[in-house]
């Protein structure tokens, strides 16, 4: 088990779904989501979590607005 660096990613959808991702190489992480679209326009806020091999954890958040 490794002392330090990123162990994975939690990715909070805003929709109530979680991703956890593990986390290789910032290059090469990806996370794929659909939303499920009404007729009128939606809005989510994403949170994406690093966690590290200690358990450490901060989370960056951005807000996405979605015309139908």
């Known amino acids: 088990n490794r002392a330090w660096g990123i162990q994975q990613l939690e990715v909070d959808w805003g929709d109530g779904s979680t991703d956890f991702v593990p986390f290789e190489d910032a290059a090469d992480t990806v996370a794929q989501h659909e939303y ?33």
């Open 36 to 68: 499920t679209m009404g007729t009128t326009t939606a809005t989510w806020t994403i949170t994406v979590t690093a966690i590290d091999f200690l358990g450490a954890r901060t989370s960056l958040s951005r807000t996405i607005r979605m015309l139908p």
